[in-house]
Every structure is written in structure tokens, then in C-alpha cells.
């Protein structure tokens, strides 16, 4: 047991720094909601649309500067640049209603060291208030999202 666990340490090390060669962070988060995944879907992208590229950035520290790439029924992508750093987040939400919606949100940034995914994910979610919906539930650790731990959103 204690030996499988050594090696699950370890291939999850390995594939950790494959990631980091890779030159690209990645953040996965799932949610799971009580409430239709029409609803989400038409929070999210309200909130994608009201934080788009504007004047009023400059005090909205990274609750701005969202751009809508596409979107189709259950697929939602956009990317976030933060107006400090200019590091661009490309982003993508897939939803899936079973008795509750499903929602997987994921963030890749070209810069290994970018620990900001988790924030452009999230920020969206608090943002549109989605995480005091009914049965909210959030899922992550910082194995399938980089900077997890460590992310502080609340910067100004
Ligand atoms: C979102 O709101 C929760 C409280 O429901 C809070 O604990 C968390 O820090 C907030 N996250 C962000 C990214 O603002």
C-alpha cells in the first residue's frame, strides 16, 4: 500500500513536470449546482459580458478584462487578461445537467509561472453569484490546478 502510494507520489510528480516543460499552467475546477444549467450558463456569460475590456479596469483590479471567444449551447469560452500583468487566461466551461449541473472549468495560460488561473475561473463564479446558488459545490486541489493553494483573488 505504502509503496503504491510512493508511486502515485511520484507519477504525479512526473507528470506535474511535464506540465512545467510543457510552458503552459493549467487550473481545473468543477462545480456542481441545484440550479438548471440553462441558469448557470446565462450567469456566466452575463458576467463574462459585464466584466468585458472597459475604461473602469484600472480600479477593478482582474474583475475585468474578460473577452467572449464562443459559445454554443453547453460550452462557454472566453479568455482573461489581467490588466496588471497582461498574461492572457484562455478559459472554457463545459456543462452537463444530470440531476444537478455539472460545470468543469478549466484555464491554461502559456506562462508556467502564471498562478492566476484559478482566479479567472473563480472570480466568474463569485462574480454572477453563482456560488451561493442552491447545492453549490466546489471541487479542486492544486495537483489539477496550479497556484490553488496559494491564489489570493481578493487583490485589488
Ligand atoms: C468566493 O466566495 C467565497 C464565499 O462564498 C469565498 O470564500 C471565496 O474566497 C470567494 N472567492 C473569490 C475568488 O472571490
Redesign the pocket.
Known amino acids: 500500500m505504502r509503496s503504491l502510494m510512493l508511486a502515485a507520489v511520484f507519477l504525479l510528480g512526473a507528470a506535474l513536470s511535464i506540465t512545467v516543460q510543457d510552458g503552459t499552467a493549467q487550473c481545473k475546477v468543477k462545480w456542481l449546482f441545484g440550479i438548471s444549467c440553462q441558469d448557470v450558463y446565462v450567469k456566466l456569460l452575463t458576467q463574462i459580458k459585464a466584466w468585458q475590456i472597459r475604461q473602469s479596469c484600472f480600479y477593478a483590479g482582474e474583475k475585468c478584462s474578460y473577452e467572449l471567444v464562443s459559445t454554443s449551447p453547453y460550452l462557454i469560452t472566453a479568455t482573461h487578461t489581467s490588466p496588471t500583468t497582461k498574461k492572457v487566461n484562455d478559459l472554457q466551461f463545459l456543462l452537463e445537467q444530470s440531476t444537478v449541473c455539472k460545470v468543469t472549468g478549466e484555464a491554461m495560460s502559456g506562462d508556467p509561472a502564471d498562478d492566476t488561473n484559478y482566479?479567472s475561473l473563480?472570480?466568474l463564479i463569485?462574480g454572477s453569484e453563482l456560488?451561493?446558488a442552491e447545492g453549490y459545490k466546489q471541487f479542486s486541489n492544486k495537483w489539477i490546478c496550479a497556484g490553488f493553494d496559494t491564489a489570493n483573488?481578493?487583490l485589488p
Open positions: 482566479c473563480q472570480n463569485n456560488n451561493s483573488c481578493i
